[in-house]
T-cell receptor, first 110, second 116 residues
Framework: GDSVTQMEGPVTLSEEAFLTINCTYTATGYPSLFWYVQYPGEGLQLLLKATKADDKGSNKGFEATYRKETTSFHLEKGSVQVSDSAVYFCALSDIHDMRFGAGTRLTVKP | DTEVTQTPKHLVMGMTNKKSLKCEQHMGHRAMYWYKQKAKKPPELMFVYSYEKLSINESVPSRFSPECPNSSLLNLHLHALQPEDSALYLC???????????????FGPGTRLLVL
């Protein structure tokens, strides 16, 4: 079945560092791909999405490109802030439901 | 407006209690979802409602009983829960259940449930 494999955390970075969180997927169809962010004590917020190959999703300085050839959707940000500290979930959605990766906890230190 | 609201925010209940969680959206979405999230884990799908009808039940124990009274509301009735049911319960919605399933799901803030 469809699945998402996400880089294990936790990830700790200094403010203004470059961020990459790896995400690869397995799917039989043509899923949409998502990154959700969960701040402490809150629900999931959609960060960005891409619906077809070569699409780039972007929001709040975060970017991810849907790469069909490598079945990847890596999340990047050029300069992280303390306020980016959260858990990040990669997810795919196809046919009936959404599959989440295990989540990556990011801590950004001043 | 992409808001999904959930009440209550926190809930503590005993194993013999009956309680309900409520979820509401006014985006005109016709698919609604219940997820369970344990600490440091991703959300796990419990139920999916499509056009107010239950379309997916992921083998959830009968002590969890979902209800969709109308297209904006989703309830989760709880009865005789166990301590291991303590978790964050998330509600989500998406626009069109017939759109191939590749739609964005919008999540509420969740209800944090503690079963004593």
């Amino acid at each position: 079945g469809d699945s998402v494999t996400q880089m294990e955390g936790p990830v700790t970075l200094s403010e203004e560092a470059f961020l990459t969180i790896n995400c690869t997927y397995t799917a039989t169809g043509y899923p949409s791909l998502f990154w959700y962010v969960q701040y402490p004590g809150e629900g999931l917020q959609l960060l960005l999405k891409a619906t077809k190959a070569d699409d780039k999703g972007s929001n709040k300085g975060f970017e991810a490109t849907y790469r069909k050839e490598t079945t990847s959707f890596h999340l990047e940000k050029g300069s992280v802030q303390v306020s980016d500290s959260a858990v990040y979930f990669c997810a795919l959605s196809d046919i009936h439901d959404m599959r989440f990766g295990a989540g990556t906890r990011l801590t950004v230190k001043p | 407006d992409t808001e999904v609201t959930q009440t209550p925010k926190h809930l503590v209940m005993g194993m013999t209690n009956k309680k309900s969680l409520k979820c509401e959206q006014h985006m005109g979405h016709r698919a609604m979802y219940w997820y369970k999230q344990k600490a440091k884990k991703p959300p796990e799908l419990m139920f999916v409602y499509s056009y107010e009808k239950l379309s997916i039940n992921e083998s959830v124990p009968s002590r969890f009983s979902p209800e969709c009274p109308n297209s904006s509301l989703l309830n989760l009735h709880l009865h005789a829960l166990q301590p291991e049911d303590s978790a964050l319960y998330l509600c989500a919605s998406s626009q069109d259940p017939l759109a191939g399933g590749r739609e964005t799901q919008y999540f509420g803030p969740g209800t944090r449930l503690l079963v004593l």
